[in-house]
């Protein structure tokens, strides 16, 4: 045990030299619904670098959804660590916790959880005054991002009143209020049309390499694979490989 | 622990959590007015049938006043006869109670040639001394719960036309003693008015026990309405929860705002159904039996208590019923609040 920790520690001193932003060591979980047990993750181990621009690929139901939750502190795993800037995630109070999910991280949904009832400048809003921003000052900035993602005329809809790219759009907005360090977002650009999809991709790539964005993105979107530095495998709750666009694409042309 | 990379959220001011209550009441106004009916149906429930014990209460009350003084006022025709020429003496010592004040009125309505009081105010009444006040009259009330008065009978009844004394308290004394045997005094309230008394107390007690008891029952199918309705609205939003805990509410900010929020629809609710639950027993009451009736006996503090109590209730209520299933969901993990499907 001991010997483990002191290990620990040394990988953590690595970290911190190498720049990794988040680090899943041997993550595991499992649901259990009464007498079944599905084994959502098998140990995933990955080491993400700051300001990089990770895919994961992977069939449905291979864990990716899952990965996430745990990456981004929305849920415990049953086993293994969780690093975030070097920190234990499983060691922090609640009151650092919901800091981190307010401002270090961005989410955006594979469902998008719009709160239905509230606007989309509402929606927007909401990390923003949970951050302590309130006001004029949170309105305009809502707005701002609202336009960068195309939605400058829709402010004041309803999610039930957008088409589903369109409520898509608020969700990544919603995930840029607090100008978060990591974005995790989970098939973004599944419901768009191609040029959206585009300028949703390459708006990533902005902030990745304008702002040092670490941004991480579950997706079948080739654009969106061959845009990124690196991508990574994930089956059956088990990261298989990590390669990057150019070994890829090397892949895809030895199958036709 | 302290990390020089994470840190800590803020808290949000009260006035902030208020805000956001009021938006949130607002932005789902349809859905919070289908919970606030919840709170008033069942505050509405309780207190018309604690309105309803105590206006029928007051109104048995009051009939049996009535018949009171309708006994006493039988008791003077029998002493007078007609009443036509003759005097009639009124004396008052202490306070009077409400079956001597009606008995009074009933009273100053006979036609007597005249009436002299003293120590109250009677319609075209003359006003005299304690001490002469039955000088020429045919018939003494002596009435007022004083227990003893500081005039002597015999000095009372000097002077009057025929020796007839009607006295409201059984064992008064007069300037210190017991009335002499053989001056002639009948008590008002007699055998049968003292019986009648009796009973009225009895009823009393019992529908003291009656409203109790309606209002308990009253008050378990209130509390399982208003937490049926509260639960119901933050059950619904678990996943609402959710989102905001993972765009970093604190689960004490989520709390908060629940309890603010079920404490206004507890607020609202309940305040338009003690209106709607006092003012239907009230006019039903008031148009079968008149609104004299009812208003003769009815007791404005306990009317009162019951009105504020039901405010008070509905709110608590409200806000108990909120708070437990805020608190749970406050307490989940974000990403299983998010797969709810409530
Ligand atoms: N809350 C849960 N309770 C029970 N099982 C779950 C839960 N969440 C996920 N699973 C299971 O875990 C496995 C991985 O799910 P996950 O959502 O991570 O897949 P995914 O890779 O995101 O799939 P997709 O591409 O379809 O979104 C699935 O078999 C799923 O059924
Ligand atoms: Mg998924």
Excluded at chain 1, 219 to 226: F, G, N, S
Excluded at chain 2, 184 to 198: A, I, N, S, V, Y
Excluded at chain 2, 202 to 218: K, N, Y
Excluded at chain 2, 255 to 284: D, H, K, Q
Aim: hydrophobic letters at 45%.
């Amino acid at each position: 045990m001991a010997f483990e920790r002191e290990l620990f520690f040394k990988d953590a001193d690595a970290a911190a030299r190498s720049g990794y932003v988040i680090r899943a060591v041997d993550v595991r979980k499992v649901y259990r619904m009464g007498d079944t047990e599905t084994h959502a993750l098998r140990g995933a181990t990955v080491d993400i670098i700051r300001g990089e621009y990770l895919s994961i690929m992977g069939p449905s139901g291979s864990g990716k959804s899952t990965l996430f939750n745990m990456i981004g502190g929305l849920d415990k795993p049953t086993a293994g660590k969780v690093y975030i800037d070097q920190v234990d995630i499983a060691q922090l109070d609640p009151f650092e916790l919901a800091w981190l999910r307010c401002r270090k991280v961005g989410y955006i949904f594979q469902s998008y959880n719009l709160i239905q009832v509230m606007s989309c400048i509402e929606n927007v809003m909401l990390p923003m005054a949970f951050a302590g921003l309130d006001g004029e000052e949170s309105r305009e900035k809502a707005l701002m991002i609202l336009e960068r993602v195309g939605l400058g005329g829709r402010a004041l809809h309803k999610p039930a009143e957008m088409s589903g790219g369109q409520q898509q759009r608020v969700a990544i907005a919603r995930a840029l209020a607090n100008t978060p360090d990591i974005l995790l977002a989970d098939e973004p650009t599944a419901n768009l049309d191609l040029r959206t999809g585009e300028e949703i991709i390459k708006l990533f790539r902005t902030l990745c390499d304008e702002l040092g964005v670490t941004v991480i993105t579950a997706t079948h979107d080739l654009k969106m694979l061959k845009t990124s530095d690196r991508i990574m495998w994930i089956e059956d709750g088990l990261i298989s490989k990590i390669t990057t666009p150019e070994e890829m694409e090397l892949h895809i042309d030895e199958i036709h | 622990m302290k990390h020089d990379k994470i840190g800590t959220q803020v808290k949000l001011p009260m006035g902030r959590a208020v805000q956001i209550a009021v938006q949130g009441i607002r932005i789902r106004l349809g859905r919070s007015m289908v919970t606030v009916s919840g709170v008033v149906l069942g505050i509405a429930f309780l207190m018309s049938n604690v309105a309803g014990q105590l206006i029928s209460d007051a109104l048995s009350r009051e009939r049996e006043t009535r018949q009171i003084v309708t006994l006493m006022e039988a008791l003077v025709r029998n002493e007078v006869g007609t009443a036509a020429g003759k005097t009639l003496a009124v004396t008052v010592h202490g306070d009077l109670e409400r079956t001597e004040r009606l008995f009074m009125e009933r009273v100053a309505k006979m036609p007597f040639a005249a009436v002299r009081v003293s120590g109250a105010n009677i319609d075209r009444g003359v006003s005299a001394t304690p001490q002469n006040v039955a000088e020429g009259a045919y018939l003494l009330l002596v009435l007022g719960q004083q227990q003893n008065i500081p005039v002597d009978l015999e000095t009372l009844i000097s002077g009057m036309n025929h020796v007839g004394v009607l006295d409201a308290v059984a064992n008064r004394t007069y300037a210190g003693q017991a009335p002499r045997a053989g001056v002639k005094r009948d008590l008002l309230f007699g055998k049968e008015t003292q019986e009648q008394m009796e009973r009225m107390r009895e009823h009393a007690a019992q529908a003291r026990f009656r409203t109790v008891w309606v209002a308990i029952i009253s008050l378990l199918v209130t509390i399982i309405s208003i937490s049926n309705a509260l639960l119901m609205s933050v059950t619904e939003r678990i996943r609402e929860i959710g989102t905001m805990k993972c765009l970093g509410a604190l689960s004490a900010f989520i709390r908060r705002m629940f309890l603010i929020e079920s404490a206004f629809i507890g607020f609202a609710g309940s305040l338009a159904g003690m209106v709607l639950g006092a003012l239907i027993p009230l006019i039903i009451y008031g148009w079968i039996f008149g609104f004299g009736l009812m208003f003769g006996e009815i007791s404005f503090v306990r009317f009162g208590v019951a009105c504020l109590g039901c405010v008070v209730v509905g709110t608590l209520l409200a806000m108990i019923a909120a708070i437990y299933p805020a608190n749970f969901a406050a307490r989940m993990v974000p990403a299983s609040a998010l797969r709810s499907n409530v």
